[in-house]
């Protein structure tokens, strides 16, 4: 798969999600679906996943987090 088809699965995935929830809950809410359906898809999906900041060639662990990985 290619980055067109994954981003494809992705945007869809987000406008079923929109469109069932709709507007005006917590962000929580809405990454929890998403994963959901994107792992249905059959796409890898990891949440909260901690991502370090490297400056020059020190590697900083700084409480920095993707809400999705897919």
Excluded at 12 to 34: I, M, Q, S
């Amino acid at each position: 798969m290619n980055e067109n088809e994954i981003s494809k699965i992705i945007l869809d995935c987000a406008f079923k999600v929109h469109t069932a929830l709709g507007p005006g809950l917590l962000e929580n809410a809405y990454r929890e679906c998403l994963a959901y359906e994107l792992s249905k898809t059959g796409l890898k999906v990891e949440k909260e996943k901690p991502i370090p900041l490297i400056y020059e060639e020190v590697k900083l662990e700084c409480g920095y987090r993707i809400d999705l990985l897919v």
